[in-house]
């Protein structure tokens, strides 16, 4: 028995200095190796001051021994301190740590009736963006009247708030220019008529050989171009604000009328008037404007990074502070295909009713509008409490324990907030009552 165990010994021994041997080759070896390379990283850094700043190299080569020697260990005293620093071993004045974690609070039996617990889930999540806007007239019912001639205003029949019809006279405008267009189509008629005649007799006198065929041509086409002319003068009149029947009235009775009338072209409200009596207007210039304010514009500007949220159809609703925020729902009736280069923005318009008159024009309003419901981790906002500048949940770590976590969360949507991170799904948490547990955690951290 003693000899085996001294051949263990012995063997054991024997393993024992091959290992060290080995350990101190290999160690002589990296030992080298480390040196080596650190010389040459040493050599590399010399060559390129050299280059540079040949100053330091020199008196660097012109100094001590133990210089050279010490900038060799320097790094390794270095990484010797940093190692110790690591470790706290220059810590003199730990900090106390506290017994009682202060992100945890132990929930007693009222406090319980106060909250409830739920999960972290993956549901559908409508993001809600806000966005200022305006609101203005439904350009489909607005219409800029202004005079078919230029002439000087002699009588205004309209006021701004009045209701007019499709038809109705809202000003008059003795004009020059018209009684020219009157004078022109007259005497466009007169040659008409003539050039008819004179055609007429030509059909005749041909069919007796009295005159040549080319005679016959001539007169018909005179009359032809005659009867274009008329046709143009009537036209012009037309385009000039008279009517097909007052045109055929003036050409029975051949009295010229310088007075235009400026016809309302839609129904509606007048809402702006621009002429004076006595005014010389052409017709470039807008007079009235009216507008049926039955229906109305929403026009918001949304930023270009938040577009690819916005579709037509989709939900949309409406505050406006001047009818007390009064929340008008409907959908999103029109989105701009491009972006204002200025402003960096999309227009965005709702279509609003207002049969009752409460809403005008200019009024500032906020529309909401949903996005479309996407897949995300959510929590609901009563599980949300703010703390320091970020917000936290609290996670139930059991019965009566519960521990507030920092989470990043992205904007509210429907009373509930996207995960973005620091929960898992499936965690329970309290969905409600997180404010009564942070005030008792405070609690409990004052010691009351």
């Known amino acids: 028995m003693k000899e085996k165990i001294a051949q263990l010994i012995k063997f054991i021994s024997h393993w024992k200095a091959v290992l060290l041997e080995q350990a ?47 900038l060799f260990y320097l790094p390794w005293v270095f990484l010797f301190l940093i190692t110790l620093n690591y ?67 002699s009588e205004i029949l309209a006021v701004p708030g009045q209701i007019v019809k ?38 005749i006198l041909y069919k007796e050989d009295v ?12 009359s032809s171009s ?14 000039q604000g008279m009517d097909q029947a007052s045109i055929d009235r003036l050409a029975k009775s051949g009295v010229i009328e310088s007075i235009n009338n400026v016809i309302a072209t839609i129904p509606g409200e007048i809402v702006e008037r621009k002429i004076n009596k006595g005014q010389v207007v052409q017709p470039a210039d807008a007079l009235f404007t009216v507008a049926d304010l039955s229906t109305l514009w929403a026009i918001s500007e949304v930023p270009e990074s938040n577009s690819y949220l916005i579709r037509k159809g989709q939900k949309a609703s409406l505050f406006i502070p001047a009818l007390r925020n009064q929340e008008i729902e409907g959908t999103v009736a029109h989105v701009d295909s491009i972006v204002n280069p200025q402003t960096r923005t999309v ?62 969360l992205g904007p509210e949507g429907r009373g509930y907030r996207p995960v973005i991170s620091g929960l898992k799904d499936g965690q329970e948490i309290a969905i409600s009552g997180a404010y009564h547990l942070n005030t008792e955690r405070k609690r409990q951290l004052s010691g009351g």
Do not use: C
Not at 226 to 239: H, I, K, Y
């Open 211 to 222: 005159i040549a065929l080319a005679e016959l041509q001539k007169r018909e086409a005179e």
């Open 226 to 239: 005659a009867r274009a002319e008329f046709r143009a003068a009537n036209d012009q009149l037309r385009v």
């Open 347 to 408: 227009v965005v318009r709702m279509e609003l009713p207002n049969k009752e008159g409460q809403i005008k024009p200019g009024m500032l309003a906020t529309m909401l509008i949903e996005s479309q419901p996407v897949e995300k981790m959510v929590v609901p906002v009563g599980a949300v409490v703010r703390e320091d500048n970020h917000d936290h949940v609290f996670v139930r770590i059991d019965d009566d324990l519960y521990r507030m976590v920092p989470v990043k």
């Open 24 to 70: 101190k080759r290999y160690s002589t070896e990296w030992l080298s190796q480390v040196t080596q390379t650190q010389n040459q990283y040493y050599q590399l850094a010399h060559d390129w001051l050299g280059t540079r700043v040949p100053v330091v190299t020199q008196r660097y080569d012109a100094g001590p021994a133990w210089l050279k020697k010490g």
């Open 166 to 203: 499709q038809g109705d006279v809202l000003a008059k405008i003795t004009s020059t220019e018209l009684t020219q267009s009157q004078l022109a189509y007259l005497k466009a008629k007169s040659a008409s008529q003539l050039a008819d005649q004179a055609a007429n007799r030509a059909k």
């Open 87 to 153: 470790f706290n071993v220059f810590d003199r004045s730990p900090a106390i740590k506290s017994v009682q974690d202060p992100n945890v609070v132990v929930v007693n039996p009222d406090l319980h009736k106060m909250i409830s617990d739920g999960k972290v889930q993956i549901a559908p999540f409508v993001e809600e963006l806000r966005a200022s806007g305006r609101i203005d007239f439904n350009e489909l019912f607005l219409s800029r009247i202004g005079a078919n001639v230029t002439g000087r205003v």
